[in-house]
């Protein structure tokens, strides 16, 4: 059974940096695609970053320079470097994979939460 396993969230003030990190575990194959989406109380899940098995990445506008996607496709893990972080970056964010012959996954979810 595939797993995503997240860390990395908590608390930090306008200005710090956080790095969410996410290991998908239980699947023999490469994930095709990871990332990040955030969602908040109300709103829809929306993106954050994703990047291919190949290193093609995607971000959202409002967190391009200032985010950075990364992953380790021999070990299946995903990292998202949060730095300047505002106000408006925080919620809850899930890790995603979609992982070939299997199918798409999600975390558990970890908060982020920036203070002013």
């Known amino acids: 059974q595939v797993q995503l396993v997240e860390s990395g969230g908590g608390l930090v003030q306008a200005g710090g940096s956080l790095r969410l990190s996410c290991a998908a575990s239980g699947t023999a194959f490469s994930a095709d695609r990871m990332g990040w989406y955030r969602q908040t109380l109300g709103k829809q899940r929306e993106l954050v970053a994703t990047i291919s098995n190949r290193g093609r990445t995607n971000y959202a506008d409002s967190v391009k320079g200032r985010f950075t996607i990364s992953r380790d496709n021999a070990k299946n893990t995903v990292l998202l470097q949060m730095n300047s972080l505002k106000p408006e970056d925080a919620g809850v964010y899930y890790c995603?994979?979609?992982?070939?012959?299997?199918?798409?996954?999600w975390g558990q979810g970890t908060q982020v939460t920036v203070s002013r």
């Open positions: 995603y994979a979609l992982i070939s012959y299997s199918g798409a996954y």
